[in-house]
């Protein structure tokens, strides 16, 4: 359902928007016109409503606070509902984007960006209710580790570690599981994790009761 792919921001809606309003200035061929809105109290540019694929029907809104955008709203399925929000900060700079995996409107995760556009870390609400209890973490946009809130009480109880797969097959995974690690107590912190060998099996079992950082390893048998 979620492809990095899809996180990886188009340095194209900035231009566009701008290509917009000097459209919504001018004339246009037949379709959807685009249009600019104002702000009756201090007359700055407030939205943009543009058709970013030129198929004649608009399917972008761009929030505006005079020249500066602040968010960017995309329908290019054009079923009515946005799919993509892009969010901008005052220095011009991606902030975050935002999208709908279904199509349908319901922002279920969200993307977050340094200020030269390197992914930081993905958000994604598995239930699609509003609440984030996923978030990966990225190093260059390359998956480190993850951590779930699986029972929703609002703190992670489960932690898993990547390792880079550069060789991989199309059809297989970019990344490997090296390990996962679990709160057992309810105590919001790793206390449990399973170390996984170069073939996926586990290696080993580790604890880390007190929260000390060290953790006790045990070395399962062939038979285990």
Known sequence: MYRLEMYLPRHVVCGLTCAAFAAACSHQPAGDKASADYDKATGRLSRLVFDLNKNGKNDSVSYMDGTRIVRVELDLDENGKVERWDFYRPDGNLEKIGFASKDDGVMDSQAFYDPPGVLQRIEISTKRDGKYDRTEFYEQSVLVRSQDDTNGDGRPDKWDYYTPRPNHAAAEPAYAISA??????????????????????????????DGSGQWQPRVLRASE
Not at 189 to 208: C, H, I, L, S, T
């Open 180 to 209: 996962t690690a679990f709160d057992d107590s309810g105590s919001g912190r790793p206390e449990r994790r399973f170390v996984y060998g170069p073939k996926g099996a586990v290696a080993r079992v580790e604890y880390d009761r």
